[in-house]
């Protein structure tokens, strides 16, 4: 199985703030890499799908980039509603493997 | 607009078994799969298996070969998942997620079913 590694686990950032969260593969997974907003109590939420491509209706503050095995989901400017855990999730083989999250908190 | 609607919340022994429902709208039902990821409280998501909704075939992750079983009836755009011999560590919000333009891509979710499995 492919595992996905995210960093920091959890950060504290402010309303305005470029935040920046990473995504490593163990192997190389080319661009098959996807993020997903969840916040408490509600269903994950696609951002983005083959590393960078925004889903449809997501704001442009949201972008990704990375390819092989390191990835990154950057916020341009942090907003309330963005405060939520962020996952990766490879799709490059069956099983489908995700990162273990990144809970943006306000500071 | 794509929905995936989930079936109520369900409290089961273990050993038992629950069987969940994912019922679709708003597209060609057999033109998309439905994966089951599922997410323990606190914890991250797990990929369950996908199900191939035009000719039923169905890949399941290997740790939970041999207690999951994923259908679908194509006349009512439904999908079901079940889990047998249940234990506590599958207490979990379970949920479909339609795949995409490539199978992989989780593009939609539907609201998850809470199971807890608790003597």
């Known amino acids: 199985d492919i595992q996905m590694t995210q960093s920091p686990s959890s950060l504290s950032a402010s309303v305005g703030d470029r935040v920046t969260i990473t995504c490593r593969a163990n192997?190389?997974?080319?661009?098959?890499l996807a993020w997903f907003q969840q916040k408490p109590g509600k269903a994950p939420k696609s951002l983005i799908y083959?590393?960078?491509s925004l889903q449809s209706g997501v704001p442009s503050k949201f972008s990704g980039s990375g390819s092989g095995t390191d990835f990154t989901l950057t916020i341009s400017s942090l907003q309330p509603e963005d405060f939520a855990t962020y996952y990766c999730?490879?799709?490059?083989?069956?099983?489908?493997?995700f990162g273990g999250g990144t809970k943006v908190e306000i500071k | 607009q794509v929905q995936l609607v989930q079936s109520g919340a369900e409290v089961k022994k273990p050993g038992a078994s629950v069987k969940l429902l994912c019922k679709a709208s708003?597209?060609?039902?057999?033109?998309?799969?439905m994966h089951w990821v599922r997410q323990a409280p606190g914890q991250g998501l797990e990929w369950m298996g996908i199900?191939?909704?035009?000719?039923?075939?169905?890949t399941y992750a290997q740790k939970f070969q041999g207690r999951v079983t994923m259908t679908r009836d194509t006349s009512t755009s439904t999908v079901y998942m079940e889990l047998s011999s249940l234990r506590s560590k599958d207490t979990a919000v379970y949920y479909c997620?339609?795949?995409?333009?490539?199978?992989?891509?989780?593009?939609?979710w539907g609201q998850g079913t809470l199971v807890t499995v608790s003597s």
């Open positions: 199900i191939n909704p035009r000719g039923g075939s169905t």
């Open positions: 192997q190389d997974i080319s661009n098959y």
């Open positions: 997620a339609r795949g995409g333009s490539t199978v992989g891509i989780l593009d939609y």
């Open positions: 999730q490879q799709y490059n083989s069956f099983p489908l493997t």
């Open positions: 083959a590393a960078s």
């Open positions: 708003g597209y060609t039902f057999t033109s998309y799969h």
